[in-house]
């Protein structure tokens, strides 16, 4: 008998949570703000955007702190917002 498996999170779904923890942040929402030159206003317009997925998943992987904080936020392991940065990077 084969076991039902949980099918792998969608990289584009996990990163718009980790996106809205982020945001929400007052530490690492400014931070990325800065970094990717937007503000709240152009944040909230490409939120949904591949390449603002993709900075932010490049944002998390590029600071363990942020990336551990954000994982726990959402309730997901670090590992599967890694497999989703590396998947988002390869769709787009």
Do not use: C
Request: negative net charge; charged residues 20%; aromatic residues 4%.
């Amino acid at each position: 008998m084969l076991r039902d498996r949980p099918a792998p999170a969608d990289p584009a779904v996990l990163a718009l949570q980790a996106l809205a923890h982020v945001a929400g942040d007052d530490a690492m929402g400014p931070r990325f703000l800065e970094l990717t030159g937007m503000d709240g206003a152009a944040l909230r317009a490409n939120a949904d955007k591949p390449q603002t997925l993709v900075a932010l998943m490049d944002y998390l992987m590029a600071n363990e702190h942020d990336l551990l904080a954000t994982a726990d936020a959402i309730g997901v392991e670090p590992q599967a917002l890694a497999n989703a940065a590396r998947r988002l990077g390869s769709d787009w």
